[in-house]
């Protein structure tokens, strides 16, 4: 009997990489153009598959918006495959909120054009997250795709891939991926060859029917499909060829004795993972970062609970998700793309970062008019927080309790000028300016005597000032004496900056500020260090790392070679790494008792550029470091300031663990993975057990919570096989290369993309990283939210006096789990919750009542207060309102 082969037409489109997203576009209309009459005009180009996103459709229909309906037409009938994904993103650096906006905007287009394909199609993504099994299973998925990430224990064309919850698909493996039937010849005798070479070559990793992807990265239609197909059918019977879709190739496919496989796919056993793209262009992640825990954990949250239902800005949070979606295309926050590319992602993510804040502002100030609190500290976080905001409050000195940063008088001369040009910019203040309620003007005395003294009155009273009056008096005094000089004063209230600390500010609520005194240690800052009794920091002056509680060496900056690219660091054959500086400089710009900062200028001499032999050259490298520590605050806030010119190398922080570690426990999406101290490789890539993490990493005793910094490593690793310990933990910093994809090197065996060079890769100029660390083995989840999410401050302008702090509110109480969303989904609010631990939770929801529902939206059961979660669950819930 014919061996059965599904052969699935299709194209593999990255939206933007070695070219950007314009001239990309204009090859996917031509694919288009073509193919759409093609699939019309030939049944046996019977089917086609685009890729699995929906961005490819909506880019098209930007331009051919009349093709709609033939899509619609073409994917009803089962000829055209579209969606469920609107993009294929990354997994590892982007948020797991990210990745289920994207399936659910996927789905939802899909089904506008014909409904999407019920298969969880993953081609090309560098690994998996642990939990892509439970979030699939959520909406409804019963079997994946996948590539890049399966371990060499797997041995079969297909297995069972389980989530740490439980939740399972079937994964279709693509040994030898998603192109393997690229290249289709004219002759059905080469097609049949080519079959056959395959499955003698992949042996036990090629399932039966046999799975032939007719595809590769922006692959035109090939017209003589059909043909080669029918001829191949009648020249042999080993084979039997058919043109079909991905779903149908799945539908009988057997789930009996499969293998299976728990957790992440970060193997490069048999294909290349290209684990170096965490680090390269931190400029992109960081934006990333910034762009998501502005939307997700600050501004949805707030407008969800603090405006009112009818009020949802829906178009903008829509504006803001797309570009934050369409950023996750794997070669789009991977960054290893040409320099155009990653400005316009860096682009998107700034403008959706800036709607976010703004939208997260008019919901600070509605918490504020709706509180009848002159000034309120807002809490846009799940549990209830103490911290350190700094304040705009009324009055000639800082109150008790706070730390003044800058002090705006009461009366303040701005300008001196002539009484000609006193005129127009006096007129355009009264005119302009609604807090100018009145205009004085003197003859000066003293040290003023000869000139005129105009006084602005900007302290908000009630307008008693005619323009037409003052107008004609100005004129008066300029044709006077016109070039008599003018000194122009501004009165108005009081002001100081300061530095204070907000206490018990409920989870989801907001609570009044008033003066106090501090209701903790102050903070002590001197050119030694820094104390607030439960941290203690001593710089060396010596190397300018510091010591935490005694324990020396933390912030050690080590810089080596990089030989690699893109998408692999590579060290040069003999490397030169630098981990002194010549110089050290420490200064105090803080001294407390809020908030204490030190800086530490550090000058070291780097070589200044790399090839695949040797480090070469000298650069002069300046390196600010600012430590900062907070009253009441367990985590010492780090920011490092790099002027860079070298290029070809890796810069890394060290951090020495108390408790040498076996393991890290990082972030991923919707939980946390465990990593030991090695990765699996092969025979194209070394494995380098430098990993990913989402907001924080956990070794030993230490948290380190950071912004953007994605990429880790345990190392100064002692000892063998089971005994054996990492005693530090790393963070890159940056790592600066200039290439999109180099030739082989010592860390990757072949090429990975086309050698276009990248100079915005080597991150040239002033680079701004931050972290925070952590010893005192409090909850990581908190610790990021304390480093990260900030503490919000409204308050009405002018206002005179403040309020006695008592007042508090809570829109939304939730404990027990985490939350990673609150969002209104037409018009209904929606709290999603996850729980990182390994037993069973009790999620509270006080005095709520609604549904538990799934990542569709789908109910599934009503609760009422509370529902139990069980480990590693994600769980979505609805909420009645009145």
């Known amino acids: 009997m014919a061996r059965q082969v599904n052969i699935v037409p299709h194209t593999h489109w990255d939206r933007e990489w070695y070219r950007p997203f314009p001239t990309f576009r204009m090859q996917l209309v031509e694919l288009l153009d073509q193919l759409l009459p093609a699939l019309e005009a030939d049944p046996g180009y019977a089917h086609f598959m685009l890729d699995g996103q929906m961005a490819v459709i909506d880019d098209y229909l930007e331009v051919r918006p009349h093709e709609r309906d033939r899509i619609r037409r073409l994917a009803s009938a089962g000829r055209l495959s579209v969606g469920p994904w609107y993009i294929l993103m990354d997994e590892f650096l982007v948020s797991g909120e990210s990745m289920v906006r994207n399936l659910q905007l996927g789905l939802d287009r899909a089904a506008e054009l014909g409904g999407p394909m019920p298969v969880g199609y993953l081609p090309d993504m560098f690994g998996h997250v642990a939990q892509m099994p439970q979030m699939l299973a959520q909406f409804g998925f019963v079997d994946a795709v996948v590539w890049r990430g399966v371990p060499s224990a797997i041995e079969a064309e297909a297995f069972r891939w389980i989530a740490p919850d439980g939740s399972s698909v079937r994964a279709e493996y693509l040994s030898d991926g998603y192109s393997n039937g690229a290249l289709l010849p004219t002759d059905a005798k080469d097609l049949v060859d080519r079959i056959d070479d395959f499955c003698q070559n992949q042996g036990a990793l090629v399932g039966d029917p046999v799975l032939w992807m007719n595809g590769t990265d922006h692959l035109m239609p090939q017209s003589w499909l059909g043909r080669v197909v029918a001829e191949a059918n009648e020249v042999q019977h080993e084979y039997h060829l058919t043109v079909t879709s991905l779903a149908e190739h799945l539908a009988g496919a057997s789930t009996d004795g499969l293998p299976s496989w728990h957790g992440e796919l970060r193997s490069g056993a048999r294909t290349n993972l290209l684990m170096g793209v965490a680090s390269n262009r931190v400029d992109v992640k960081q934006a990333a970062a910034r762009a998501e825990r502005t939307l997700e954990r600050v501004a949805e949250p707030l407008t969800a609970l603090f405006v009112p239902r009818a009020a949802w800005p829906d178009a903008f949070f829509a504006r803001a998700w797309i570009d934050v979606i369409r950023n996750s295309a794997h070669d789009s926050i991977c960054a290893c793309s040409i320099d155009e590319t990653n400005a316009a992602v860096v682009h998107r993510y700034t403008e959706a970062t800036r709607i976010a804040e703004g939208l997260a502002d008019r919901a600070v100030a509605r918490v504020l008019v709706d509180s009848g609190e002159p000034l309120v500290v807002v809490n846009p976080t799940h549990r209830d927080r103490s911290g350190v905001v700094e ?492």
Not at 640 to 646: L, S, W, Y
Not at 761 to 784: F, I, K, N
Not at 817 to 844: I, K, Q
Request: aromatic content about 4%; some cysteine; charged content about 25%.
């Open 391 to 882: 304040l705009l409050v009324p009055g000639h000195e800082a109150p008790v309790g706070t730390q003044l940063l800058s002090s705006r008088a009461a009366r303040e001369r701005v300008d001196t000028l002539t009484r000609r040009t006193a005129v127009p910019i006096v007129m355009r203040a009264v005119s302009e300016d609604v807090r100018v309620g009145e205009v004085s003007i003197v003859e000066g005395t003293g040290a003023d005597e000869g000139a005129l003294v105009i006084t602005l009155h900007a302290d908000r009273r009630p307008r008693a000032v005619s323009a037409r009056d003052l107008r004609t008096r100005l004129r008066e005094l300029a044709d006077a004496h016109p070039d008599g000089p003018v000194h122009l004063e501004i009165t108005r209230t009081p002001t100081q900056k300061v530095v204070a600390r907000a206490v018990a500010v409920p989870g989801f609520g907001w609570r009044g500020w008033a003066p106090a005194e501090l209701d903790v240690a102050p903070v002590e800052a001197t050119a030694r260090g820094l104390s607030n009794g439960l941290l203690s920091v001593e710089v060396d002056a010596a190397d300018g790392a510091w010591s935490i509680d005694g324990t020396p060496g933390y912030g050690r900056l080590v810089d080596d070679g990089d030989a690699g690219d893109t998408y692999n660091w590579s060290p040069p054959a003999v490397d030169t790494v630098v981990d002194r500086p010549e110089s050290v400089r420490i200064s105090v710009v803080e001294a407390g008792p809020v908030r204490g900062r030190v800086v530490i200028d550090a000058t070291y001499r780097w070589p200044a550029r790399a090839d695949s032999q040797q480090r070469s050259g000298e650069v002069v490298a300046p390196v600010r470091t600012t430590l900062e520590l907070r009253a009441g605050d367990d985590l010492l806030r780090v920011t490092v300031e790099v002027d860079n010119t070298a290029t070809d190398h890796r810069l890394r922080t060290w951090f020495p663990l108390r408790e040498p570690a076996a393991s890290s426990r990082a972030e991923c999406a919707f939980g946390t993975v465990e990593r030991g101290l090695t990765a699996e490789g092969g025979p194209t890539e070394m494995g380098l057990p430098t990993f990913p993490s989402r907001r924080f990493v956990v070794a030993g005793d230490l948290t380190v919570a950071h912004e953007g910094l994605c990429e880790y490593e345990l190392v100064d690793v002692r000892g063998e096989g089971e005994a054996s310990r990492a005693h530090a933990l790393a963070i890159t910093l940056l790592r600066c290369t200039g290439v999109i994809s180099g030739p082989p090197m010592a860390m990757r065996a072949v090429p990975a993309g086309p050698p276009t060079p990248t100079p915005g890769a080597q991150m040239a100029g002033r680079q701004v990283l931050s972290y925070a660390l952590h010893t005192a083995g409090r909850d990581p989840y908190a610790v990021a939210d304390d480093a990260l999410v900030p503490l919000l401050v409204g308050r009405h302008r002018g206002t005179p006096a403040l309020g006695d702090g008592s007042a508090s509110g809570q829109a939304l109480r939730v404990t027990g789990a985490e939350v990673s969303s609150v969002v209104r989904v037409a018009g209904r609010l929606e709290v999603r919750t996850f729980n990182p631990t390994d037993h069973e939770v009790s999620v509270r929801l006080d005095g709520r009542t609604g549904w538990l529902i799934d990542l569709r939206h789908r109910a599934t059961a009503p609760f009422d207060g509370s529902f139990s979660l069980r480990p590693w669950g994600i769980q979505t819930v609805a909420l009645d309102e009145a």
